[in-house]
């Protein structure tokens, strides 16, 4: 279990990327949807000891997280939004580099270590070839090669799907769904498909701060009764825009069909839509946009 209590974090140049996230994260893959510039990166980085919040604590299993960042990374496995590596080295030679700086000693050891995970991620027949030459997919495969050197406990992957085909994507997402049985799997994205395919639990982060929480299933029940559709032409677009609070708009046989949130029946031809969890991310970030009420003054 991965305890988050209240973690805030403030640059130097004053902004706020985190502002009071208290998660509780169990074992298996956990979902963090957030646009981008939410605080994902920031909130990854953070969990996986590369930078130190500004206040609150960390906890994973036994480990004190802020205050021991060395006993967290040996059971740390990461996958950062973009990683480097040398072009021109191989696959097999490269991962075998890297188990050595994870303490791995034994050669035979790392041979066994490195050979699994190729093969765990597809790579095998492909282990001689210079990373240079690897597709987008092929590389975020190697990239979670890399992050399970060691059998990490923790694995924290941030936007891994970004800009890979639909062949690619799946590939990978039956990869993190194997591992996540096991272990906790922190899956940072701004793709809704990421998570409703494969987390059980989510959360959604924006401005910096927890919005939303829970099971997506049941995160998709709650929401019914608010989320209504219609088809308009595109001229009428921005009218509708201007009455309702329109959430998502997406084209269709040539006519545009909005999603608007609303407690309450809008009338105007609009019909009531179960949903998904792509009609609650976005409802939740048009709540979080919504300004603050003002306090009342007293007089």
């Not at 802020?66 to 072009?87: M, N, S, T």
């Not at 308009?232 to 999603?259: K, P």
């Not at 105007?268 to 976005?282: A, I, K, P, R, W």
């Amino acid at each position: 279990m991965l305890e988050l209590s209240h973690v805030t974090h403030v640059y130097p140049n004053g902004t706020r990327a985190l502002d009071d996230v208290s998660l509780s994260i169990p074992t298996g893959m956990f979902g963090l949807l957030g646009p981008n510039g939410a605080g994902k990166s920031t909130l990854m980085r953070t969990v996986a000891t590369l930078q130190t919040p500004s206040s609150g604590s960390i906890r994973f299993a036994d480990i004190d997280v802020i205050a021991e960042p060395e006993r967290l990374r040996e059971q740390l496995g990461y996958l950062p939004q973009d990683f480097g590596v040398y072009p021109r080295v191989s696959a097999y030679d490269m991962l075998d580099h890297m188990a050595v700086l994870k303490g791995i000693a034994s050669k035979s050891e790392r041979r066994d270590t490195v050979e699994t995970l190729l093969n765990q991620t597809n790579l095998w027949n492909v282990r001689k070839k210079a990373i240079a030459g690897f597709s987008g997919g092929m590389r975020q495969r190697f990239g979670i090669a890399q992050a399970l050197i060691g059998n990490p406990r923790l694995i924290i992957v941030d936007e891994p799907t970004a800009g890979l085909d639909p062949e690619e994507r799946n590939r990978f997402l039956n990869l993190l769904a194997e591992i996540g049985e096991q272990v906790v799997v922190i899956l940072s994205t701004h793709i809704v498909e990421d998570v409703a395919d494969l987390c059980p639990r989510m959360a959604v982060l924006a401005g910096g701060r927890i919005q939303l929480e829970g099971a997506p299933l049941e995160l998709i029940a709650r929401s019914r009764g608010s989320v209504w559709a219609k088809t308009i032409d595109r001229a009428a677009l921005e009218a509708h825009q201007a009455r309702y609070e329109v959430i998502s708009t997406r084209l269709f046989a040539g006519r545009t069909v909005i999603h608007v949130l609303s407690e309450s029946d809008p009338g105007d031809g609009f019909e009531s839509v179960s949903g998904g969890l792509e009609d609650v991310y976005f409802a939740t970030l048009a709540r979080s946009r919504r300004p603050a009420t003002p306090t009342a003054q007293a007089a």
